[in-house]
């Protein structure tokens, strides 16, 4: 990494995922219900309900102008908010697809669902890995940051002790791991979609009311069964990271991450 890339401002990793990706899943979860089809079947009207076709429109609205701020401000494309427009599109193209207006579903529902669940982070993953050979790994925007490590300091000692060779066996096994964290989370996204929407007989009068609350229920177990075992492994690599580095450059702990 350049002393121009270290210096570069990133945004902060949290934000972007929570912009671009986990408020538009919310949005389509909440507001895709149809205020009709709810009177018509019994169930409560809120007024989010805007239906499936106005909700893609506003979770789509986060992700592009998240995208064109950032855009204008570091002059570079989001990736987060591409993934997020991905995300958007694949959710709620699918939502489109799967509403019939009887109010029943089609059927392998939640296979079609899992699957889409599960090629999120499968995404991720595979691009955290290819990102491994450009200008701006992703290993570096969630983990190894210029906001969190002396990178500039690192890289000195790196070349002092002429250990560029072990540095770079070093992030790239942490990419690796960090990568391989996502296969974890497709798995679990594919069978947990299968756990809440697979008991549910698509061609039911109310399958559509289960299926929006499997969907709800999907996204709020989703966050601590799949994110809370995410964070383990980031902080594990987080770890090994940090200890690769003090072995390799002498630094100590304090030395490599920047102060808060």
């Known amino acids: 990494m350049s002393e121009v890339d270290a210096k570069a401002p990133q945004e902060n990793p949290l934000t972007n995922i929570l912009v671009n990706v986990i408020v538009p899943v919310l949005v389509l979860s909440h507001m895709s219900k149809d205020p009709a089809l709810q009177e018509k079947l019994g169930e409560s009207v809120r007024a989010w309900h805007v239906g499936p076709g106005m909700a893609i429109i506003i979770a789509l609205a986060f992700p592009i102008l998240y995208g064109i701020w ?29 509403w019939n207006a009887d109010g029943t579903i089609k059927p392998l529902a939640a296979q079609l669902f899992g699957i889409k669940e599960a090629s ?8 955290i890995f290819i990102s491994h050979w450009t200008r701006t790994p992703l290993l ?3 983990l190894y940051s210029s ?3 002396d990178i500039k300091r690192i890289e000195k000692e790196v070349a002092i002790h002429n250990v560029q060779e072990q540095y770079s066996k070093l992030l790239f096994s942490s990419t690796i791991i960090f990568a391989l964290s996502f296969l974890v989370s497709t798995v679990m996204n ?3 979609a299968l756990h809440f929407l697979g008991h ?6 109310d399958a559509l009311i289960l299926y929006n609350k499997g969907i709800a229920k999907l ?4 966050f601590a069964v799949i994110g809370l075992p995410i964070l383990v492994i980031l902080f594990i690599v987080m ?9 390799l450059t002498g630094l100590e702990t304090e030395q490599v991450l920047l102060p808060r």
């Open 120 to 127: 999120i982070p499968l995404m991720l993953g595979i691009a």
């Open 200 to 205: 549910i007989d698509t061609q039911a009068s």
């Open 219 to 222: 996204t709020g177990w989703g």
């Open 190 to 192: 594919y069978f947990l």
């Open 70 to 98: 950032f855009f204008i401000k570091h002059k570079k494309t989001n990736f987060f908010s591409l993934m997020g427009l991905g995300s958007v599109l694949l959710t709620g193209g699918l939502t489109l697809y799967l």
């Open 140 to 142: 570096n925007t969630f």
């Open 239 to 247: 770890m090994r990271l940090v200890k690769g580095l003090r072995k």
């Open 147 to 149: 906001q969190v490590f």
